[in-house]
């Protein structure tokens, strides 16, 4: 029976690392994977600092083969003097108490990224062991810990002529679903890091099956920009880059624009990727609308009769990264990524304005360009309008709304409804057979939608299929998009476990990130994971949704006797009771959720499966080939 005494002696006080241990999720977001490689980022962020301070050019990180982590940087080092407050090792101090460190108001750092300074103890607190050496002064320091106790004392093991720090560390396996690390998911970050710190070398070793890979560009932000644009035409060659200082605000700004025809700009505030945007971005999106338009009227390629070009159309095409270093930022927004300082968006507006204008009067020809496709994309963002609102006044004419082949739910709360988007007519049939009426809506699609990675919105809109999801969204799409409109908080993609049924599935996740990416964002994008196998024996069913599935469960009840071993190509072989109760029930589904963890590699991902070159489709395929663990044939 339950206590029902609440008194003073129900509060709990947890002291130092105990919280962490005992609420991982509110340091580092989770404990699953991305909580495991988080551990990761806190530490070479410490090192990233000293970069950015001026004191570290090179960073190792290596995987070792019982999955711990190693980071050596060629900083300062830790201070390793005794702490004027608590009496301990300034290690000690950095890897034992939170919110401990240089980046709190006392000089050590102008700028720095991380966790707001919880890095180091955090992940001590959530590790089995780490182990600190310390290189300065002419010696070698060295401490260690174990779930985030001090375990030996710092004392000197050696001497040595180096500067800098080596922290290694193994996850705790009690707190992490899983602490195998991915060597490419390390690989994506850190490229990021070593683009947004120029001149930094950073480089990633695998002990596991000796893979390295090391990263350097002199260039930053503009090998970026040019890495990004790798797999898409760029229509001039130089790209625009330019860096500013003012009232503590370090800025560095570059974009080049490419044939096609979706808007890819990417922010950072101390190289945490701002996902939302935020002052930083408004700043930059301003200035470059209003100078962009500034020279055109100036040389007279925009009349004084035609209007101005809007910031959509110049940024049509655009491939850009904004990075601001600032030493107190402010996150707001639902995920805390988007920056709040009122100050920096005049900031980034000014130094980005000045040094457009000079750019664009010293290359005319890259100006014009710009200029030429601006209006071209003005005129099909005019024919885009023209599109829906043909489609608004047909909707009026033919007194409905919605399309015909949408099976609607009867709720009319959108946090209560969800549509499957149902791949062809025979799994749509299943599908409506199956719902439940209430709060499942059923919308079957034609074959494969339209590869909007190589249209415009006005080709997008011709599209019956891509009108019809607009339609029954009801939120509008791109410049007209309001959430609060949307009729369903789960849109779910529900296609077949085959190759086409990947390829369909590819092409809608497509149409999401580049015109619903606030969707996706939002958490409204789900995938549904229907069975691969259907085991039947002594009258019961057993579903299998991978070959690992089908083996434990073929091992558990044995191979004799089984009356039926299907494998189901689509999801039209499925009766309606089998999908209602593998794929959509909601008491025993399983979901997917679509995020965008890291949109830089979402978009190379993207341009790479649907772009117009074939070679970097070859490349990712070989590339990836290893990692396939069902394929159909």
């Known amino acids: 029976m339950a206590a029902t005494t609440y008194d003073e002696n129900q509060i709990q006080i947890l002291e130092g690392l105990q919280a962490v241990r005992k609420r991982p999720g509110m340091y580092i977001g989770s404990t699953s994977q991305k909580g495991l490689h988080h551990l990761v980022y806190e530490i070479v962020d410490n090192a990233v600092d000293e ?16 999955n711990s982590i190693s980071v050596l940087d060629n900083g300062r080092g830790i201070p390793v003097g005794i702490h004027p407050d608590k009496g301990i090792s300034a290690v000690e101090v950095v890897f034992t108490i939170l919110h401990a460190g240089g980046k709190f108001g006392g000089g050590g750092y102008k700028v720095s990224g991380g966790l707001h300074g919880v890095g180091a103890s955090v992940v001590n607190a959530l590790s089995n062991w780490l182990v600190v050496q310390i290189y300065t002064n002419g010696k070698i320091y060295e401490q260690r810990f174990a779930k985030g106790n001090v375990t030996q004392d710092i004392k000197i093991i050696g001497d040595t002529n180096k500067t800098g720090t080596f922290v290694h560390f193994k996850p705790d396996e009690t707190i992490f679903e899983d602490t195998v690390y991915e060597f490419n998911i390390l690989k994506q970050r850190f490229q990021e890091t070593a683009f947004l710190t120029k001149g930094l070398k950073i480089k990633l070793i695998d002990d596991r099956d000796n893979t390295k890979k090391t990263f350097y560009y002199e260039g930053g932000i ?66 470059l609308t209003k100078t962009i338009n500034d020279y055109a009227r100036k040389m007279n390629a925009l009349k004084e009769t035609e209007k ?33 300082n009122s100050e920096v968006r005049a900031i980034v507006d000014s130094i980005v304005s000045e040094n457009l204008m000079i750019f664009l ?69 299943s599908a409506k057979s199956a719902r439940s009426r209430q709060t499942q809506a059923i919308l079957p699609l034609r074959g494969k939608i339209l590869n909007v990675e190589k249209a415009r919105l006005d080709k997008m809109l011709a599209s ?59 958490g409204y994008i789900y995938i549904a994971q ?26 558990e009840i044995g ?65 990836y080939a290893k990692l396939v663990t069902n394929l159909d044939i």
Request: aromatic share 8%; with cysteine.
């Open 308 to 340: 101005n070009l809007t910031g959509e159309d110049i940024r049509e095409g655009i491939t850009g990264i904004i990075s601001v270093k600032i030493s107190e930022p402010q996150f707001e927004g639902q995920t805390k990524t988007k920056l709040g």
């Open 464 to 522: 019956e299929e891509i009108r019809n999801m607009i339609t029954a969204f009801g939120a509008g799409i791109n410049e007209d998009l309001n959430i609060e409109k949307l009729r369903y908080h789960k849109i779910i993609l529900m296609t077949d476990a085959d190759v086409d049924g990947a390829h369909i599935r590819t092409l809608l996740l497509t149409f999401f990130y580049r015109f619903y990416r606030d969707l996706v964002l939002n």
């Open 222 to 287: 503009s090998e970026f920009v040019f890495h990004l644009n790798k797999n898409k035409t760029a229509v001039y060659e130089d790209t625009f880059y330019c860096e500013g200082e003012k009232d503590d605000v370090l800025l560095e700004v570059a974009f080049q624009h490419n044939e096609g025809y979706n808007e890819n700009i990417f922010s950072f505030v101390n190289n945490i990727n701002t996902r939302e945007g935020g002052t930083h971005l408004a700043g930059f999106k301003n200035a």
């Open 530 to 555: 229907p069975p691969l196998y259907l085991v039947e024996k002594n009258k019961k069913k057993y579903y299998a949704y991978n070959d690992r599935e089908l083996e434990n469960i073929l091992a």
């Open 51 to 66: 970069a950015l301070a001026g004191f570290c050019n090179t960073v190792v990180v290596t995987i070792h083969s019982d």
């Open 361 to 429: 009067e010293r290359n005319p020809q890259v100006a014009k360009i710009i200029i030429q496709k601006s209006t071209m994309a003005a005129r099909a963002r005019d024919a885009a309008r023209k599109a829906r609102d043909l489609t608004r006044r047909k909707s009026v004419l033919e007194n409905s709304t919605l399309p015909g082949k949408l099976a609607d739910c009867s709720e009319r709360d959108p946090a209560k409804c969800e549509i499957y988007l149902v791949e062809g007519d025979s799994a749509g049939g």
């Open 559 to 623: 191979r004799q006797g089984i009356s039926r071993m299907q494998r189901y190509k689509g999801l039209g072989e499925m009766n309606p009771d089998q999908l209602w109760e593998t794929t959509m029930n909601p008491e025993t589904r399983t979901l997917v959720r679509v995020n965008i963890d890291d949109a830089v590699a979402a978009d190379e991902i993207f341009t790479a499966l649907m772009g117009d070159k074939v070679e970097p489709r070859k490349e990712f395929i070989k590339e």
